[in-house]
């Protein structure tokens, strides 16, 4: 059983490198970018309140955001739970042994 907890494990730390490196990876910069953009157009406007600059351009970064640490928090979840059913398949297995 130690072996699958190994894997697990294995998998999992994979599973946040690739996270570590989507969030800091070309699509992150991109909505930077045209979050700064966005902004900076906005602040130019004298009609539009600042406080709207802020939070209407930071909702597209932010949604991103959201969906890769949901997508993320989601893999997890299944590589969890797969990792439960082979430790109870495997417990199955040896006990009717």
């Known amino acids: 059983m130690d072996i699958i907890h190994q894997q697990q494990d294995h998998v999992v730390r994979a599973l946040e490198q690739t996270f570590e490196k989507l969030k800091g990876g070309r699509e992150l910069r991109k909505s930077k970018s045209q979050e700064f953009h966005c902004q900076a157009r906005c602040y130019k406007n004298e009609h539009i309140p600042d406080e709207n600059c802020g939070n209407n351009c930071s909702m597209p970064l932010a949604r991103f955001l959201n969906l890769v640490n949901k997508e993320y928090s989601g ?13 109870d398949a495997e417990k199955d297995r040896m006990g009717s042994k």
Request: charged share 25%; with cysteine; aromatic share 0%.
């Open 75 to 87: 893999v997890v979840e299944r590589t969890n739970r797969c990792g439960v059913q082979c430790l």
